[in-house]
């Protein structure tokens, strides 16, 4: 019989409330929030944006609380061990598996950027951020910062010093997963939210207090900027993409979906209240989102630069790291704003970090008997080799860019579906819904869990296969259509100037050679194609019924992997990890059998 160790606990229901919005509390609601509602339908988001949150979000949210409290109270904390318990059959521990990578993988760039935040708050107090008013030294700030420019920049000589502060904010998580649940998150998180709330405040305030700062543009206004992130735009509603990017955004948001939620809520024990928990919790993340993230981020972004404030909001971060640090500039006492500012998103995101360390620690202890050092240890080297990857390969944040996709948003999907599945259809809603009530302060109505049962899966399934239908494959979008006459100079070789002329008119991008090529075969014969020098399609030119159609090519993720070397080797990295991490829990798998921990579990 295997030893019994003292089951880890949280100290007080307001501890695990926080613990939980603290993991969920994060960059996701100051950065990707402002920026996803902008792009998707300004105050018209708010419509899918609720309703995913009232459909998904907070039921999928009580779900995890409900299984993972039930599979603690009977002694496990581990994803791979919880769908066991939740559904006896052999193949539920290799869909914890999931619920491992993704968190661990998450981690492996989420703690580079929250290392950015702290480097941009050190960089305020020292004044170094404070560079005038000049747009594109923000952005050269940027880039040099995070490597954009070259693979291993960050690496170089000269270029070091700010890898001080990544290992600082690395160990700092490390000390907090080594202390425990309840002595290190809980007691952090306990100080940090309420700071995050002041600092989050202070700003607000002052970005509500601007006015007009410039008086010759008056538009650029605090009502102007709050109009121009929360003016609805309806049409955007009949677009798929907005409910795609409401539905994503609400899952990131809430840390649902993730394997987190699961593992914090099986240190409960059978009296402590879920339902008004995890419906505090999700209240309070909206807050965060809704309240600071949308109110400050645009509107302020918007006071300053006007509309070209919409130019950033096509990236999660630049809107944060490059627009905003314009913002502190112009404004009266911005450079302590600024710091203050950096700040609040550095704690926000630490206690989301350190969230998704803890089902990783959880999962060694569990299947292989660790002690903490030991899985901290494992950890460790684990997640340095990952975050050394994206640190390295930062030529355009590409490895980062394609971890958050085939693991924040592909796998998250995937984990989310097979959550729904082993609750409402294993455990089953009768079960869930005693369960949820059990020590409960509040009554959740049976409609919820008929939701979680049909509405849920549908909802999900619709919504990944939508998903992979718009960013998977690649696509030709028509770009403009251009005169018969080109056709004559078109012929295999390089592009003739008269038509490179029409390209640079409507301001695309071709690259320094283009090469054209003639399309083989049948009908293609009069197309052709424009290409780059490592013979990427970058654009079609086909027959029009009034000349010569161009359309760029629109490489979907799956053609992204073929063109970049680093985002094939991206995708090896995550497949070779999720490897290693079935093969772990296949072992664990065995260990629990062999010392019949699920004996005693009601099927
Ligand atoms: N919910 C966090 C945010 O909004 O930034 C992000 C996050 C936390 C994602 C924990 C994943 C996770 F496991």
Same mark, same amino acid.
């Given at each position: ?43 018209? !988001? ?94 050269? &700030? ?159 972004? &918007? ?24 913002? !502190? ?33 959880? &999962? ?24 050394? !990857? ?187 990890? !999720? ?25």
């Amino acid at each position: 019989m295997a030893e019994i160790k003292v089951r880890e606990r949280w100290g007080s229901r307001i501890g695990v409330i926080l613990a939980v919005a603290g993991s969920a509390v994060g960059l996701g609601n100051f950065l990707r929030f402002p920026g996803n509602a902008a792009q998707n339908g300004g105050g018209a !988001f708010m419509l899918p944006y609720f309703i995913s949150l009232l459909v998904l979000g907070i039921p999928m949210c009580w779900a995890e609380w409900t299984m993972g409290r039930y599979a603690g109270v009977r002694g496990f904390n581990s994803a791979p061990a919880i769908y066991t318990v939740i559904w006896r059959n052999r193949i539920s521990k290799y869909f914890g598996s999931l619920a491992v990578l993704i968190p661990l993988v998450i981690y492996m760039y989420y703690v580079l950027i929250e290392a950015w935040c702290l480097g941009y708050a050190i960089n305020y107090l020292t004044g170094s951020l404070m560079l005038g008013s000049d747009a594109s030294k923000y952005s050269a &700030f940027f880039a040099n910062f995070v490597g954009i420019e070259s693979d291993g920049a960050l690496l170089a000589e000269g270029n070091r010093t700010w890898l001080l502060v990544l290992i600082g904010v690395f160990v700092c998580n490390f000390i907090l997963i080594y202390r425990g649940v309840n002595k290190g998150i809980e007691t952090f998180c306990k100080v940090a939210m309420p700071i995050m709330i002041v600092l989050g405040l202070i700003v607000l305030l002052r970005v509500l207090t601007l006015g007009t700062p410039d008086p010759t543009k008056p538009d650029q206004s605090v009502i102007g900027g709050l109009g121009f992130m929360w003016n609805p735009h309806p049409e955007k509603l009949w677009d798929f993409q907005t409910w795609l990017a409401a539905s994503g955004q609400i899952f990131f948001s809430l840390s649902v979906g993730f394997g987190i939620i699961v593992n914090y809520a099986s240190y409960l024990s059978e009296k402590d209240d879920l339902a008004l928990s995890g419906l505090t919790s999700c209240s309070m993340n909206e807050f965060f989102e809704v309240c600071l993230g949308g109110l400050i981020t645009l509107p302020a972004a &918007f006071i300053f630069l006007g509309v070209a404030a919409s130019g950033f909001t096509g990236s999660t971060f630049a809107l944060g790291f490059q627009a905003l640090p314009n913002v !502190f500039a112009m404004m009266p006492a911005g450079q302590f704003f600024g710091f203050l500012w950096f700040f609040m998103l550095f704690v926000a995101a630490i206690t989301s970090s350190v969230s998704m360390l803890q089902p990783v620690i959880a &999962f060694l202890e569990e299947g292989f008997a660790l002690k903490r050092h030991a899985s901290a240890a494992v950890l460790g080297v684990l997640s340095a080799m990952g975050c050394l !990857f994206v640190l390295y390969f930062s030529k355009n944040l590409v490895a980062l860019d394609m971890m958050d996709f085939w693991v924040g948003s592909v796998a998250l999907f995937m984990l989310a579906m097979i959550q729904s599945f082993l609750y409402a259809w294993m455990f089953g809603i009768k079960r869930g819904d005693e369960e949820l009530h059990r020590g409960a302060h509040i009554r959740i109505p049976w409609v919820v869990q008929l939701m979680l049962k049909f509405v849920v899966p549908v909802y999900l399934a619709a919504i990944f296969i939508g998903f992979c239908y718009q960013k998977l494959p690649s696509f030709d979008k028509p770009e403009f259509e251009t005169s018969a006459r080109h056709a004559a100079s078109l012929s295999d070789g390089l592009l003739s100037e008269s038509l490179a002329a029409e390209f640079a008119k409507r301001e695309l991008i071709l690259p320094e050679e283009p090469a054209v090529l003639r399309e083989r075969g049948g009908a293609a014969d009069e197309s052709w194609r424009i290409v780059d020098a490592s013979e990427n399609l970058l654009y079609r030119i086909v027959p029009g019924p009034d000349g010569l159609v161009i359309k760029s090519r629109q490489p979907g993720y799956v053609e992204s992997i073929s063109r970049s070397r680093v985002a094939t080797l991206t995708v090896l990295f995550i497949s070779v990890l !999720f490897g290693f991490v079935l093969v772990l829990v296949h072992i664990a798998g065995r260990r629990w059998q062999a010392e019949g921990r699920f004996e005693n579990i009601p099927a």
